[in-house]
């Protein structure tokens, strides 16, 4: 795949005043995912790599990976991604609260 073939085309075209937000909003998203994409595939990766995927100067990656709580070791050029934490929220519908409890009772009785 061509990631960074994605950002030449967002950059490389001269986008008329309508779609601009459009493409802006397309490509922070995809920024985002491709972050992610990161942050699932890869326990350490090279500067080089992650500006590519990125779409930025490294200096820009840099600071963008950095600010997310990754590591840099200097010497090798290599980030330890920082593996966020999965926070799962758990949603009870009282509706099915109700129909538990009732379950219940019926197998207790």
Do not use: C
Request: charged share 25%; glycine share 4%.
């Amino acid at each position: 795949r061509d990631y960074a073939g994605v950002y030449e085309a967002m950059r490389g075209f001269n986008w008329g005043p309508q779609t601009q937000p459009i493409v802006a909003a397309f490509s922070e998203n995809y920024t985002k995912k491709m972050f992610q994409l990161l942050l699932d595939a890869y326990s350490t990766i090279s500067v080089q790599d992650t500006a590519l995927f990125l779409g930025m100067s490294e200096d820009d990656a840099t600071k963008y990976v950095l600010h997310e709580g990754w590591v840099l070791d200097s010497a090798s050029r290599m980030f330890t991604v920082k593996k966020q934490s999965i926070v799962a929220e758990q949603k009870l519908d009282p509706s099915k609260l109700q129909r538990l409890t009732e379950y219940v009772f019926q197998l207790e009785h």
